[in-house]
């Protein structure tokens, strides 16, 4: 395969002269004799760019022969109860309709399913954590694999995921600032039989490291259980029940915050007077729970979309890697106090 340094070479300009003639650019300011001479040196060489490359072996969007796999790491059943990977989803099939493109669905149902689905795909996308083991059994089916919401072990791999332990870093310096110091944290999973239990919970990690720091770690202020509201629940049930009552309680997820909201209700407590609550993802209901929910905004939608947008400049020919890091947002509303936007 011919490359762009070779075109160079052959017509004396440099590489990212070939680059930009290559790909029409219009803001270049070339001689039009050096543009002859790299647009001669490409077809003497027999060039053909990556998209062209694509479009011959029929994997751009819009080719009959395109077929796009999702795995998703939860069953069909606990994505349901879980808003945050239900907008992931949609945000990849919302992009797989502007490309005309319908997906392969495979929900892990088992702990074995069956992968024979994804024979012939064109691109996989794992959606939420997965194994090094259980990739690689995805890559013998198809080279062209994106994770969405993790960052695999395999540093070859695209990825797109947001940083939720740095955003938790800049939570907890807000609390800080905020005046809270006993704050407590709700988070999961709990089911040590699943491999992913072994995955340090980057939350937590961070959470706990800046606990530490400012000697304030109590583990009584701390929980894990699931990651939906009935884990919330007995989450925040454990808590309360230690005797070492939080001033704010983080919970992993806003599903978690729901099952939180009645725990600390049935106490007799009252939010955010005699307990603040603040979790992440920003899912529809988080503004209509009363009082309304403080939360790290996840951008779902965007991160699938995005994941999806990699595959397809995979199936266009780039061949180096990236790893895409969304930034959050911290939405305050009435279930903690607030900083003073004044300053």
């Known amino acids: 395969m011919v490359t762009i340094k070779e075109i160079a070479a052959a017509a004396g300009v440099s590489p990212a002269a070939v680059s930009r003639v ?14 002859q001479a790299i647009l001669e040196a490409a077809e003497a060489l027999q060039y ?8 011959a072996a029929g994997l751009l969007s819009g080719s009959s022969d395109t077929t ?53 795909v064109s691109g996989i996308i794992v959606v939420g954590m997965h194994l090094d083991e259980e990739l690689a059994d995805l890559q013998t089916y198809c080279p062209n694999l994106v994770a969405a919401d993790f960052m695999p072990g395999d540093a070859q791999l695209d990825c797109v995921t947001c940083d939720l332990g740095y955003a938790t870093d ?36 961070a959470y706990s490291r800046w606990m530490e720091n400012a000697g304030l770690y109590d583990p009584d202020l701390c929980a894990i259980s699931g990651f939906d509201a009935q884990g919330g629940y007995d989450a925040t049930t454990t808590i309360l029940a230690s005797g070492s009552r939080p001033d704010v309680l983080i919970t992993a997820t806003d ?13 007799g407590l009252s939010i955010p007077a ?25 951008f779902g939608e965007d991160l699938g979309a995005a994941a999806l947008d990699l595959l397809h400049e995979r199936l266009e020919g780039r061949d180096y890697t990236k790893r895409i890091s969304l930034a959050t947002k911290m939405i305050w509303r009435d279930s903690s106090r607030k900083p003073d936007p004044g300053l």
């Open 68 to 120: 796009i796999a999702l795995v998703h790491f939860l069953s069909a059943e606990a994505e349901l109860g879980n808003p945050y990977y239900v907008a992931v989803r949609l945000g990849i099939e919302a992009r797989l309709r502007e490309l005309s493109l319908a997906p392969i669905q495979l929900f892990r149902n088992a702990r074995n399913p069956d992968l024979s689905v994804l024979k012939n």
């Open 22 to 35: 290559l790909n029409q650019d219009p803001a270049l300011s070339l001689s039009v004799a050096k543009r």
């Open 274 to 298: 005699d307990l603040a609550v603040i979790s992440f993802n920003d899912i529809p209901a988080a503004q209509f729970l009363v009082p309304s929910l403080s939360t790290v905004k996840i």
């Open 170 to 205: 800049i939570l907890m310096n807000e609390l800080g600032s905020l005046g809270y110091r006993r704050i407590g944290f709700a988070g999961g999973p709990n089911d040590a039989a699943s491999p992913i239990a072994t995955m340090k919970e980057t939350r937590y990690a």
């Open 255 to 267: 599903s978690m915050a729901i099952g939180a909201y009645r725990a600390i209700r049935e106490k």
């Open 48 to 55: 053909t760019t990556p998209r062209g490359r694509r479009q």
